[in-house]
């Protein structure tokens, strides 16, 4: 709840928070992920605003990532995004897409390729998909995990990506139809129904 403009939890909730903050820093691979080693530098609360064309439209979007990790040696970036939830962590994958995390990360990714490309400073860095990381601290007792994107993920998540077993509508085909709304100031009805004048063949919709 809020008090003068401040959250309030319960003592179960601050626990919780407090053995997620413990799983992270008391398991030495992910509090070496999230700290400063040699040769590096980390920049906390990164936030960068940049453009992207969709269907010839150019929007604006902004991010803020939790850590944006440079290493001198290997010019490489590393986007690390601290999660915290109550999935034990091998369950993380359900919490991900339950979340749509997906989302996030293309987005964000996207965003550091043009930082990079955009920045004469940053000449010869590179940023892989296997760079963008999820650090996760669950709220039981166990361990913190770092999860990395791959490739093949952020590659494929054009149209429609499956996890768990679902199918979920992919990260352009959302930009798109966002874009689409907007541009139309259409937001009743689903473009679908529009675009097919209202007819459908039932395997259309299951």
Not at 83 to 95: D, W
Not at 107 to 126: D, F
Not at 171 to 187: G, H, S, V
Request: glycine residues 4%.
């Amino acid at each position: 709840k809020d008090s003068m403009g401040k959250k309030v939890i319960t003592s179960d909730e601050y626990n919780q928070a407090m053995i997620a903050i413990s799983n992270i820093t008391n398991t030495p691979a992910t509090m070496a992920m999230i700290s400063e080693g040699e040769d590096e530098i980390i920049i906390d609360q990164f936030k960068y605003e940049f453009s992207l064309l969709i269907e010839k439209t150019r929007r604006m979007f902004r991010i803020m990532i939790d850590k944006l990790k440079f290493n001198k040696k290997t010019k490489r970036i590393t986007i690390i995004d601290i999660k915290t939830g109550k999935a034990h962590p091998m369950n993380f994958g359900k919490q991900f897409a339950d979340n749509r995390y997906d989302i996030q990360a293309v987005l964000y990714y996207m965003g550091v390729l043009r930082l990079i490309s955009a920045t004469s400073e940053l000449n010869g860095w590179t940023c892989l998909p296997e760079d963008f990381v999820f650090v996760y601290g669950s709220k039981i007792k166990s361990t913190g995990v770092i999860v990395h994107m791959t490739d093949d993920f952020m590659s494929n998540n054009d149209n429609t990506v499956t996890m768990c077993g679902t199918k979920y509508d992919g990260f352009m085909k959302i930009l798109k139809d966002a874009n689409w709304y907007i541009t139309n100031q259409e937001f009743e009805v689903n473009r679908s129904i529009i675009e097919n004048e209202y007819n459908f063949s039932i395997e259309y919709l299951i």
